[in-house]
């Protein structure tokens, strides 16, 4: 499952994109991201999957263009550490 | 010498005049449908506080969304252009200047010269705009102006929820229902604007000094939430809606210089 | 009564059975109430298959909303609350459901409800809610593989028809006729944010607009918000609305214009999907649980 997170607003678009089929589980990113907007939980999306999968938090979906500004990297060497802690690379931003 | 500047602004076009660098005169008039018209309302009412005629003028330079609506303008500089060189003028130390007027907030940064060396711009939202508070007013049944004195006799913070002045206003009449006080709820709503703006200005390196300017700037609640979200002290002009007209007139005054 | 008739933002109340079914066949009895920010259902269903449901207005209290719907769909069908093995809470109160066993999220309902609704060949489902708006793409069995919500901003969502509805004096669920009441398709309204269309809007009324034709570019506005929310996910047929603004022809043609692909159609009431989805998962949950002793 593709699951986005975000919004969109008059200056661009800002999802996070968790590629759930490629996740697992390991619970890495939540422990990365310096603003906790992670948490993991049994997949919210399919109440007939055991499995626990991240989400974003829901009052932190409507904000992360700011939450998530201090991690943007200044160059295209650095990754943001949610993306980087991911071994199976399950994790985008659009931004 | 006279210049004028003219700023279009969302709700309201002010106009400044200025003669050898000093302020001759002031005009405004509500933007409406007709943008001639306000425009030249705003303009002839600066004209006569002036004491000068039209023809008196030797450049003149317009500002604001509707900048390019302006037919007897010379030349034009953009917001943010305008709105450093207006600030810097009234305070010098100024490096970081906020701008909240009705439908557009902004913040940039400036060199000593108000030349902007960078800047971010939330638009196209009302949530991050003067037209939240006006929103957010309506449905809490007072005029807008009374809502900054109003929620400084508050002291409780009130978390509200929503990022959209449509959904806030609901939240609004919520807790109007759970009977919490006028003075708190005028409070959050401060609270949350200034919290969206100061996400803005967090995205530049804040430099101090940092001046507010623009119609909200003249809401004395919003900007003590201001300055308790970015924790610190912040400069506000006089007349922070006419800073903008300012920083034109002053960018006509080098045109009309310069020749 | 004539407070009822200023307010045009306001969707019938209504409940249904289906009359040629018989609780006491089933084995298994289940519901779904969905307490969205507007409106709340409830659905039960009797061996998967759709028995009965209401649909009415959210009041200021979640719990209270759920037990006025879960009751109405109970009304006239010899059933109590007691019969129901499982219940499924789901919407934007579902937290709040009393009476439920689990809650469970809208996405996961809509795309579930969706399938049974329209068939197994929809892939995308565009649910568009009081106070949100989501695109859910589902695979053959209703299972989510991929969506995207927008509840920051009331663009796209049925509370901006609301205020549009409100503003120009225009029963909300009129909207759709009277907006294709117009010689020649404006163009949309500019402003994405509703307040500022608001504000767009009564500049174009003043500037002699006629009602129609303000409405005409609204609808115009939002089918292009919700669009631009559709492509970022990609979409694929079949293609279906869900929510309340699916009985809104204004918006749904104009979204069918500009993503060049007509909507699956259904006879029965597009705002009950989530509860629908919430009540078989109830079933497929209850199962489960009996499985498992």
């Given at each position: 499952?593709?699951?986005?997170?975000?919004?969109?607003?008059?200056?661009?678009?800002?999802?996070?994109?968790?590629?759930?089929?490629?996740?697992?589980?390991?619970?890495?990113?939540?422990?990365?991201?310096?603003?906790?907007?992670?948490?993991?939980?049994?997949?919210?999306?399919?109440?007939?999957?055991?499995?626990?999968?991240?989400?974003?938090?829901?009052?932190?979906?409507?904000?992360?263009?700011?939450?998530?500004?201090?991690?943007?990297?200044?160059?295209?060497?650095?990754?943001?550490?949610?993306?980087?802690?991911?071994?199976?690379?399950?994790?985008?931003?659009?931004? | 010498?006279?210049?004028a500047g003219i700023d279009m602004g969302?709700?309201f076009v002010k106009v400044?005049?200025?003669?050898?660098?000093?302020?001759?005169?002031?005009g405004m008039a509500p933007t409406g449908f007709d943008l001639d018209e306000a425009a030249n309302s705003a303009f002839n009412s600066a004209l006569?506080?002036?004491?000068?005629?039209k023809?008196?003028?030797?450049?003149i330079t317009s500002t604001g969304a509707g900048k390019k609506e302006v037919d007897f303008r010379?030349?034009e500089?953009?917001?943010?252009?305008?709105?450093?060189?207006?600030?810097?003028?009234?305070?010098?130390?100024?490096?970081?200047?906020?701008?909240?007027?009705?439908?557009?907030?902004?913040?940039?940064?400036?060199?000593?010269?108000?030349?902007?060396?960078?800047?971010?711009?939330?638009?196209?939202?009302?949530?991050?705009?003067?037209?939240?508070?006006?929103?957010?007013?309506?449905?809490?049944?007072?005029?807008?102006?009374?809502?900054?004195?109003?929620?400084?006799?508050?002291?409780?913070?009130?978390?509200?929820?929503?990022?959209?002045?449509?959904?806030?206003?609901?939240?609004?009449?919520?807790?109007?229902?759970?009977?919490?006080?006028?003075?708190?709820?005028?409070?959050?709503?401060?609270?949350?604007?200034?919290?969206?703006?100061?996400?803005?200005?967090?995205?530049?390196?804040?430099?101090?000094?940092?001046?507010?300017?623009?119609?909200?700037?003249?809401?004395?609640?919003?900007?003590?939430?201001?300055?308790?979200?970015?924790?610190?002290?912040?400069?506000?002009?006089?007349?922070?809606?006419?800073?903008?007209a300012?920083?034109a007139?002053?960018?006509?005054?080098?045109?009309?210089?310069?020749? | 009564?004539?407070?009822?008739?200023?307010?045009?933002?306001?969707?019938?109340?209504?409940?249904?059975?289906?009359?040629?079914?018989?609780?006491?066949?089933?084995?298994?009895?289940?519901?779904?109430?969905?307490?969205?920010?507007?409106?709340?259902?409830?659905?039960?269903?009797?061996?998967?298959?759709?028995?009965?449901?209401?649909?009415?207005?959210?009041?200021?209290?979640?719990?209270?909303?759920?037990?006025?719907?879960?009751?109405?769909?109970?009304?006239?069908?010899?059933?109590?609350?007691?019969?129901?093995?499982?219940?499924?809470?789901?919407?934007?109160?579902?937290?709040?459901?009393?009476?439920?066993?689990?809650?469970?999220?809208?996405?996961?309902?809509?795309?579930?409800?969706?399938?049974?609704?329209?068939?197994?060949?929809?892939?995308?489902?565009?649910?568009?809610?009081?106070?949100?708006?989501?695109?859910?793409?589902?695979?053959?069995?209703?299972?989510?593989?991929?969506?995207?919500?927008?509840?920051?901003?009331?663009?796209?969502?049925?509370?901006?028809?609301?205020?549009?509805?409100?503003?120009?004096?225009?029963?909300?669920?009129?909207?759709?006729?009277?907006?294709?009441?117009?010689?020649?398709?404006?163009?949309?309204?500019?402003?994405?944010?509703?307040?500022?269309?608001?504000?767009?809007?009564?500049?174009?009324?003043?500037?002699?607009?006629?009602?129609?034709?303000?409405?005409?570019?609204?609808?115009?506005?939002?089918?292009?918000?919700?669009?631009?929310?559709?492509?970022?996910?990609?979409?694929?047929?079949?293609?279906?609305?869900?929510?309340?603004?699916?009985?809104?022809?204004?918006?749904?043609?104009?979204?069918?214009?500009?993503?060049?692909?007509?909507?699956?159609?259904?006879?029965?009431?597009?705002?009950?999907?989530?509860?629908?989805?919430?009540?078989?998962?109830?079933?497929?949950?209850?199962?489960?649980?009996?499985?498992?002793?």
């Open positions: 499952m593709q699951a986005n997170y975000g919004y969109r607003d008059g200056s661009g678009e800002y999802y996070i994109t968790i590629d759930t089929d490629k996740c697992d589980s390991c619970g890495k990113c939540v422990e990365a991201c310096p603003s906790k907007i992670l948490v993991m939980v049994s997949d919210p999306f399919d109440p007939m999957s055991d499995a626990d999968i991240p989400i974003v938090i829901e009052a932190e979906r409507k904000k992360i263009k700011y939450t998530c500004g201090p991690c943007k990297p200044v160059d295209k060497e650095r990754e943001e550490p949610c993306i980087k802690a991911c071994e199976p690379r399950a994790i985008t931003h659009s931004w | 010498m006279y210049v969302a709700k400044v005049i200025l003669d050898d660098g000093e302020i001759k005169g002031k006569e506080n002036a004491g000068i005629q023809d008196d003028l030797k450049h010379n030349t500089v953009t917001e943010v252009g305008a709105a450093a060189k207006g600030a810097i003028s009234l305070f010098p130390g100024s490096r970081t200047i906020i701008e909240v007027g009705a439908e557009e907030g902004r913040a940039l940064r400036s060199d000593e010269n108000g030349r902007v060396l960078d800047f971010v711009i939330n638009e196209k939202c009302a949530a991050g705009a003067g037209a939240f508070t006006e929103a957010m007013a309506r449905a809490l049944e007072i005029p807008v102006t009374e809502m900054g004195a109003l929620s400084l006799k508050s002291a409780k913070e009130t978390p509200m929820n929503a990022q959209c002045a449509v959904f806030a206003e609901s939240e609004v009449v919520s807790l109007v229902h759970s009977k919490t006080s006028k003075e708190d709820i005028a409070r959050a709503i401060h609270d949350a604007i200034a919290s969206r703006i100061s996400s803005m200005v967090r995205r530049l390196s804040i430099e101090k000094d940092v001046t507010l300017i623009g119609g909200l700037a003249k809401n004395i609640g919003f900007v003590e939430s201001l300055k308790r979200d970015l924790n610190m002290d912040i400069n506000v002009p006089d007349d922070p809606d006419f800073v903008g300012l920083g007139a002053l960018v006509a005054r080098k045109k009309a210089k310069e020749g | 009564m004539a407070t009822e008739d200023s307010e045009y933002w306001r969707w019938k109340e209504y409940n249904w059975k289906d009359p040629e079914m018989d609780w006491k066949d089933a084995e298994f009895i289940t519901a779904g109430v969905d307490v969205g920010s507007v409106s709340s259902q409830a659905v039960i269903t009797l061996d998967s298959k759709l028995f009965a449901y209401s649909n009415m207005r959210t009041g200021s209290n979640s719990p209270d909303s759920a037990r006025n719907a879960m009751n109405w769909a109970l009304e006239d069908t010899g059933l109590d609350l007691e019969k129901i093995q499982y219940v499924v809470g789901t919407g934007y109160g579902r937290v709040n459901v009393p009476f439920a066993d689990r809650a469970i999220t809208e996405i996961a309902c809509h795309g579930r409800g969706a399938n049974y609704m329209y068939g197994p060949t929809v892939r995308t489902v565009l649910d568009m809610g009081g106070q949100d708006c989501k695109a859910i793409r589902t695979d053959e069995k209703g299972k989510v593989t991929a969506f995207l919500m927008n509840d920051k901003c009331a663009a796209g969502t049925g509370r901006g028809m609301e205020v549009f509805a409100d503003l120009l004096g225009i029963h909300i669920e009129k909207v759709g006729e009277e907006s294709f009441k117009v010689e020649k398709e404006p163009p949309a309204v500019s402003s994405t944010c509703v307040v500022f269309a608001k504000s767009e809007a009564t500049g174009l009324l003043r500037a002699g607009w006629p009602k129609n034709k303000v409405l005409a570019a609204y609808c115009s506005a939002m089918a292009h918000r919700v669009v631009t929310l559709l492509e970022r996910l990609g979409v694929e047929k079949e293609f279906a609305i869900t929510g309340g603004i699916a009985k809104n022809s204004g918006v749904v043609k104009r979204i069918e214009k500009e993503l060049g692909l007509t909507a699956l159609d259904v006879n029965l009431d597009t705002q009950i999907a989530g509860a629908l989805g919430g009540a078989l998962f109830a079933e497929a949950l209850a199962k489960k649980a009996q499985k498992q002793g």
